[in-house]
């Protein structure tokens, strides 16, 4: 089983901007979609983004569009968040996670077996 772990999160001001990355080891990510969640205090956690295999295919929630970009590099094992225009509701806690289906990227939470521990975002003045 692949194994992820976060990195990348802090404090941010709004409308300021951080990437998010995810490295794994134990599988070559080219094996896997990647996706990244985020949960906030109180709330499910919900999907952000997804990409397939090869970086050609995202999905994004609305709520991010036009703000995150999802993109992966499989020579490094990586998968990063690009956050911009950061907005206080994006606080959570971000979770990156990987999916068997890896031709896909529009996939159910449920489609994900394995998770990183997550790394927080606070956007706050």
């Known amino acids: 089983q692949v194994r992820l772990v976060e990195s990348g999160g802090g404090l941010v001001q709004p409308g300021g901007s951080l990437r998010l990355s995810c490295a794994a080891s134990g599988r070559t990510l080219s094996g896997y979609a990647m996706g990244w969640f985020r949960q906030a205090p109180g709330k499910e956690r919900e999907f952000v983004a997804a990409?397939?295999?090869?970086?050609?295919?995202?999905t994004y929630a609305d709520s991010v569009k036009g703000r995150f970009t999802c993109f992966r590099d499989n020579a490094k094992n990586m998968v990063y968040l690009q956050m911009v225009i950061l907005k206080p509701e994006d606080t959570a806690v971000y979770y990156c996670?990987?999916?068997?289906?890896?031709?896909?990227?529009?996939?159910?939470?449920?489609?994900?077996?394995?998770w990183g521990q997550g790394t927080q975002v606070t956007v706050s003045s």
């Open positions: 996670a990987a999916s068997r289906r890896l031709f896909e990227s529009d996939l159910p939470r449920a489609e994900f077996a394995s």
């Open positions: 990409v397939d295999w090869s970086g050609g295919r995202t």
